[in-house]
């Protein structure tokens, strides 16, 4: 069982930048595919951004591509994804994944974090 910890959420005005934090519990973390997912209110979970378990072919959602990037450190066990020129529409909750495969669906991951809030001030 792999848990994973995000961190790195809070409040900051639209053009700022944030980076976010997952970490996992297992040192297998090194073997699974990662992935970002959001999820703002009144809306369906969303995909943001995935990298393979090597940190190569990272790909993003259109709506973010250009501004985050994801990024992981295999002996930190750990995901990052770094926002710029943040927009408030990109305000969500933010869900980190790790999954055997590299994908956009939910479905191809097996374990998820509980979540950290991006809120994106106009």
């Known amino acids: 069982q792999v848990q994973l910890v995000e961190s790195g959420g809070g409040l900051v005005q639209a053009g700022g930048s944030l980076r976010l934090s997952c970490t996992a519990s297992?040192?297998?973390?090194?073997?699974?595919?990662m992935g970002w997912f959001r999820q703002a209110p009144g809306k369906e979970r969303e995909f943001v951004a995935a990298?393979?378990?090597?940190?190569?072919?990272?790909y993003y959602a259109d709506s973010v591509k250009g501004r985050f990037i994801i990024s992981r450190d295999n002996a930190k066990n750990t995901v990052y994804l770094q926002m710029d020129s943040l927009k408030p529409e990109d305000t969500a909750v933010y869900y980190c994944?790790?999954?055997?495969?590299?994908?956009?669906?939910?479905?191809?991951?097996?374990?998820w974090g509980q979540g950290t809030q991006v809120t994106v001030s106009s």
């Open positions: 994944a790790a999954g055997s495969v590299i994908s956009e669906y939910e479905v191809a991951y097996k374990y």
């Open positions: 297992e040192r297998t973390f090194s073997t699974y595919a």
């Open positions: 990298i393979r378990w090597s940190g190569g072919s990272p």
